[in-house]
């Protein structure tokens, strides 16, 4: 079973930053791609940032400049670091891995963490 382990949220203000992470575990050969979408209550479920395996990265527009995306490949990792925040970002931000579960498998899956809350307000 592969699991996904958020942490990092919480409340800032308009202005401020915020520390993501991510750590997948589990049964797994590789992992292809991580990222983070974020969902705000009544809203759909948005991309904000991705990283793939070689590291290509994608921002939403929205995003871009403010937040950077990393990862730690040896720990299974991925970082999200959230700069010039504003209440707009307010957001359940969720966390996913695409992963093989052996080496040449033409499977591909798809995990999603519990999600993180981040509330940005004054």
């Known amino acids: 079973q592969v699991h996904l382990v958020e942490s990092g949220g919480g409340l800032v203000q308009p202005g401020g930053s915020l520390r993501l992470s991510c750590t997948v575990s589990?049964?797994?050969?590789?992992?292809?791609?991580m990222g983070w979408y974020r969902q705000a209550p009544g809203e759909e479920r948005e991309l904000v940032a991705v990283i793939t395996s070689g590291g290509r990265l994608n921002y939403a527009d929205s995003v871009k400049g403010r937040f950077t995306i990393s990862g730690d490949n040896a720990k299974n990792t991925v970082f999200l670091e959230m700069n010039s925040l504003k209440p707009e970002d307010t957001a359940v931000y969720l966390c996913?891995?695409?992963?093989?579960?052996?080496?040449?498998?033409?499977?591909?899956?798809?995990?999603w963490g519990q999600g993180t809350q981040v509330t940005v307000s004054s």
């Open positions: 996913y891995a695409k992963w093989v579960r052996y080496s040449g498998s033409p499977t591909e899956y798809q995990d």
């Open positions: 589990g049964s797994i050969f590789s992992i292809n791609g």
